[in-house]
């Protein structure tokens, strides 16, 4: 079974400053790692993902995110935050083969970026 | 082109009723989920329709839940005999081949049952 734990309900953060939020994840084989952010009143939509190849990978509206296996870690950043980045992001890992019920993503609770002036 | 759309954005209905949700995938999209978002659980799987193979349904919470996809194309979960705990917001989501593709998602149904 996977799980993935994401540390802190709240992140808040000045605008300008470093945007980090966390994700663990617990799985038998490395899994399949995204991240998606859902803002206000919208569906969610992928940030990021990270299949095979090199760890650190970049995403859309200046994020990334590095995979450490050692770790078992998938942890977002982004150098310097804008108001706009204000929503609920959730990291979601899904396993690398099919089948046993285990098709689909399996997300993290979500933590809520507040971004302060 | 058109993203994943769901029908109705909003539901209330009361105790007891069934009720039935629609998502129509992006054009061309083989794979078809289903998801609850609620405050108390977060994000649950609930099913995945690969093509027209008939699905695994060991994620549906209760047996009052189906789900069926019609061509490969359109998919319905129906509630039947909706209970309070029901209410949620149920998501959708199609990819191109399968899991490991990228999902999009549509905006959702927001259930409320009374």
């Known amino acids: 079974a996977q799980s993935v734990t994401q540390l802190g309900s709240h992140v808040s953060v000045s605008e300008g400053a470093l945007v980090l939020l966390r994700c663990n994840y617990s799985s038998s084989v490395p899994p399949y790692l995204f991240w998606y952010v859902q803002y206000p009143n919208q569906g969610l939509q992928l940030l990021l993902k990270y299949t095979t190849g090199a760890t650190l990978v970049k995403g859309i509206n200046g994020f990334e995110a590095e995979f450490k296996k050692s770790e078992t870690s998938f942890h977002l950043t982004k150098p310097s935050a804008h108001m706009s980045d204000a929503a609920e992001y959730f990291c979601a890992v899904s396993p690398p083969y099919s089948g046993g019920g285990a098709d689909g993503l399996t997300f993290g609770k979500g933590t809520h970026l507040i971004i302060q002036p | 082109g058109a993203g994943v759309s769901q029908s109705p954005s909003n539901k209330v209905t009361e105790k007891g009723k069934d009720v039935e949700l629609r998502c129509d995938p992006i054009s061309g999209h083989t794979a078809l989920y289903w998801y609850r978002q609620s405050l108390g659980q977060g994000l649950e799987f609930l099913i995945y329709?690969?093509?027209?193979?008939?699905?695994?349904k060991s994620g549906l919470p209760s047996d009052r839940f189906s789900a069926e996809r019609t061509g490969g194309s359109v998919s319905t979960l129906t509630i039947q005999r909706t209970q309070q705990e029901d209410s949620a917001v149920y998501l959708c989501?199609?990819?191109?081949?399968?899991?490991?593709?990228?999902?999009?998602f549509g905006p959702g149904t927001r259930l409320t049952v009374l």
């Open positions: 329709f690969q093509g027209n193979s008939a699905p695994d």
């Open positions: 989501a199609s990819s191109r081949r399968g899991f490991t593709d990228t999902q999009y």
